[in-house]
Each structure stands twice: as C-alpha cells, then as structure tokens.
C-alpha cells in the first residue's frame, strides 16, 4: 500500500508540467470532470448530476456551463461501473460554444474488505464539438470614420467556425475506510490524453493541453450529529496550476432510514484567484449544494468581487434489496 501510495505522488510531481477546460467550484458534484474511476462510486444502484454555472456576468457577456450525467454502480460479478455525460459550455462576445459527450468505465482493481482499502482505475472517451459566431464581433474595418457600420464587410477571412474532436482520460483512485466513523481517498487522474487540436485556423500547435488532476478528501464523524470533511483539488495543465483547497461541515437533522435529512456548509478558496461559499442539503436520495465565488484576483476591480453561482443536484437510484427465499419443505407422513 504504501508503495503504491508513493508511486501516485512521485507520478503526480513529475506530470505536474503539462487550467483551462470548463470545471465547477464544487468538484466533488462534477466528478467525471475531475476523475474517470469515480464512476460507480456511491452507494446505490443509478445516480443522476446535473451542474450549472454562471460566472462573470458583471464583467461581459457570462460565461455559462451546464452539465448532465448518470452513472451505474460497480456491478458485484464483474466489478465494473459505468459513465455517460454530456457539458455544454459558452462565453465571450463570440459565443464561443463547446458540447462535450463523454463515455467510460470504471473497474476495481483491488478490493481489500478486511482492510476496508480499495483501488479503482477508469478509462473515459468523449467527442467534443466547437463552435464560434464571427457576426457577433466587431472588427476596424466597420469603422467608417464617424460610426460602426455591421453592414461593412469586416475584411477578414476564416477558415472555419467549427471543429469536432476525440479526447480520452484515464484515473485511478485509492479508498481506505480506517473505521466505521473515518475514511479517507486519493486520485489522480490524466485528461485530454489525446491532445486534441482546437485551432479555428487549423494551425497544429494549438492543442487541449493534457491536465493533471491530483484530489483527495477525509471524513470524519465527530458525534452522532455533526461530522467534518476536508477536501483539495490541484489542477496543473501547461503553465496553468490552480489550488482548491477547503472542507465541509455536515449536520444530521434526522437519521431516520425512510427520509434521512441532513445539511452542510463550508468554504473553499482557489489559491490567487477566488473564494468560495457552499450551502447545501441531503434529502432521502436527494443532494442539492449551492456555492458562490467571490473574486480575489485583480481582476475584482472590474468584477466588483462577484463571480460566479452554481448549483449541483445529485440523486441516487437506491440499490434493490436483496431477498432470500427460505423454501419451507412439510414432512411426508405417508
């Protein structure tokens, strides 16, 4: 174990060198954005997520992110679990605008229960379409010396104002559960494997560059009530590197089996860039958190500190029962 605790963080140092594909505040309601082995992981049998993002809109145009997914729990015979989700995502005064559709798999490699450690690698492949509005800019040439004129031809020539492309990611993800009331996890994961080209010009330099995702989170129960998580997320992709680092209180309203109700708040912080409030709920199979950023960068003074809302709904799918028939055999008096 400790061998292979090391191997991720020494391959997680030395891919460090590789953030600017679309993620959420709440990254543990994103999860395929953020590690493909998490696929299958909850305690169910079909879980749904849909995320929502609005972000910028005091500054320009907002930049607006919408994502849905569902997903299987690892199947007992096979243990294997599995991910469908599809992101749209547009901002600037281009509307530049992204559909992702993402499919993958995930499989426990290792399954310790006497030591409650697991280990789970995933493999996800997606199809990513681009687009852009050229008419909604604004070029010099429709400046005809006394007033912007659209009818005026904008003098430039483009390629393209679309492009399709394929992805892949792959992640592995360690779990240890210390006791019934403490249990921790790690991943790692690397995106856009592919390198896929994005250039509207058809340039071959301009690729998605890989990103390497390094997450962790620690439970802990503290009393029948109350209960604390701490939670990181580095992202490092080319020269890009962002820091989520922060934690999360959980309060049990009611533990009843039929309708358990519990809440929980917290707060985050994306290292030279913003912070990040977080209220949200469970109800029954229900999990709906709220979030706000506040803008901590230099660009607060054009943002007034505002940045963006978000919510993330989860719903499980319970699992069936299981059911053993006992047959009851009468004896034969013949």
């Known amino acids: 174990m400790k061998k292979l605790l090391v191997a991720i963080s020494l391959l997680a140092v030395n891919l460090l060198g590789f953030t600017q594909d679309i993620h959420f505040s709440q990254f543990w309601q994103s999860p395929f954005n953020m590690n493909p082995a998490l696929a299958g992981d909850f305690d169910g049998a079909y879980r749904f997520i849909g995320n929502q993002r609005t972000q910028w809109r ?16 690892q199947w007992s015979k096979y243990q294997l ?32 229960k006497e030591q409650g450690l697991e280990v789970v690698g995933g493999l996800m492949l997606g199809l990513t379409n681009m687009t852009i509005d050229y008419s909604a800019l604004q070029f010099d040439q429709q400046w005809n010396g006394y007033f912007f004129d659209p009818r005026t031809s904008t003098g430039e020539s483009f390629d393209r104002d679309s492009r ?6 792959a992640g592995l993800l360690v779990s240890k559960t210390i006791s019934p009331t403490k249990r921790w996890r790690a991943g790692l994961a690397l995106m856009n494997m592919s390198s896929p080209r994005q250039s509207f010009f058809d340039e071959r330099f301009v690729r998605l560059n890989p990103r390497i995702n ?12 109350w209960g604390v998580e ?19 209180a959980h309060y049990v309203i ?24 977080l209220l949200g709920a469970r109800v029954g199979d229900w999990d709906v958190g709220l979030s706000y950023d ?34 009851k055999v009468c004896p034969d008096y013949n």
């Not at 509307?95 to 290792?110: H, Q, R, V």
């Not at 701490?230 to 999360?248: A, D, K, S, V, Y």
């Open 58 to 73: 005091s500054v320009t145009q907002p930049y607006v992110t919408f994502g849905l997914s569902a997903d299987v729990a």
């Open 81 to 112: 679990g599995g991910v469908l989700s599809i992101y749209t995502d547009k901002s600037g005064d281009s509307g530049l605008s992204l559909t992702m559709i993402n499919a993958g798999a995930s499989k426990k490699l290792m399954d310790q």
């Open 164 to 169: 399709r492309y394929l992805n892949a990611h």
């Open 214 to 225: 390094f997450h962790g989170s620690y439970f802990q129960q503290i009393d029948e009530q």
């Open 230 to 248: 701490p939670l990181f997320l580095i992202m490092r992709q080319m020269t890009f590197t962002e820091f989520n680092l922060g934690g999360r």
């Open 254 to 277: 009611d533990d009843s089996p039929y309708l358990p109700i519990s809440v929980y708040g917290g707060l985050f912080a994306r290292a030279k860039d913003a912070g990040n409030m």
């Open 294 to 327: 506040f803008n901590l960068s230099d660009l607060r003074i054009a943002s007034n500190a505002r940045g963006g809302f978000e919510v993330g709904v989860i719903y499980v799918i319970p699992a069936t029962p299981k059911v053993d028939f006992i047959k």
